[in-house]
């Protein structure tokens, strides 16, 4: 402490270290706020259902997708990325997850939404196994934080089927 | 700084810092904003900083008492050892 250098390199290191400690506590904080997401995924048209020529199944959807994430956001939320995917099981894979759609909310007020939309990402089967096939939709999500630790969750949806013919 | 300076600043130090973080975690979680803690903090350390790093006169109530200049010829510095010493312990 017997020179300036000395005391500015001392208060420097503690108090990034602190600094530390202030980020580690606001994201443990994140463990005490309560959340209740809601989600409701419907189909609301099956625009085709066509075997590719490589031998696989692929189907396009038309998908409404309304949900309210905005109890996810807490003071160290940056952001949240929402997707929705096809799970399924065939005889192959015990379970197949095909992503279908996502998006990055950034703020609370854009987490309650309605979006009306074909699949983002094309659904497409490893085999021909998709006629008649049962599958549950589900919307995932990940609270990206500003420090810390990040929290992932989801909400099951089931009930939907495919045809049990090409179209 | 004297030593009592030097002491008092390190320790003036962490407090002070350790309350910013406090006080800057506390409001802030009670707004809910992560900025507000950030610009807390931010404006602790720099408030730290101008208290203790400067050669504040308040540091140096105790200053160091050095030996007089008339005292220190009475005591003069003990002579460098001969080379040819070193030469004879080698050989062992």
Redesign the interface.
């Known amino acids: ?2 020179s ?1 250098g000395y ?2 390199n ?2 420097l290191t ?2 990034v270290t ?2 530390a ?2 980020c580690a ?2 994201s443990f ?1 994140d463990n005490f706020s309560n959340q209740t997401p809601s989600a409701q995924i419907q189909i609301l048209n099956i625009n085709w259902f066509q075997k590719q020529p490589h031998g696989n199944d692929e189907v396009s959807l038309t998908l409404n997708v309304t949900a309210d994430l905005q109890s996810l956001f ?3 939320t940056k952001q949240v990325f929402a997707f929705v995917a096809a799970e399924y099981e065939t005889s192959k894979n015990a379970l197949n997850q095909v992503s279908l759609w996502d998006a990055i909310i950034p703020e609370k007020e854009h987490a309650k939404f309605w979006i009306q939309i074909s699949n983002k990402y094309r659904f497409i089967d490893q085999g021909h196994n998709l006629r008649g096939k049962d599958f549950n939709l589900t919307l995932h999500w990940h609270v990206m934080p ?1 420090t810390g630790k990040m929290f992932a969750d989801k909400i099951v949806m089931s009930g939907y089927r495919l045809p049990n013919a090409y179209r | ?1 004297d030593w009592q300076g ?2 008092l ?2 320790q003036l ?2 407090i002070l ?2 309350i910013a ?1 406090v006080v ?2 506390v409001v ?2 009670a707004t ?3 900025r507000t ?1 950030m610009l807390i ?1 931010a404006g602790g ?1 720099v408030l ?2 101008l208290i ?3 050669n504040w006169p308040c540091f140096n109530r105790h200053p160091l008492k050095w030996l007089d200049p008339s005292e220190a010829e009475k005591y003069p510095k003990p002579e460098v050892v001969a080379v040819s010493s070193k030469k004879k312990s080698s050989k062992k």
């Open positions: 402490m017997h300036f005391r500015a001392a208060l503690f108090a602190i600094l400690f202030i506590i606001a904080s807490t003071w160290n500003k | 700084m030097q002491k600043a390190e130090m962490q810092l350790l973080a800057a975690f802030g979680y809910e904003s992560f803690m903090y350390v730290t900083t203790t790093i400067p």
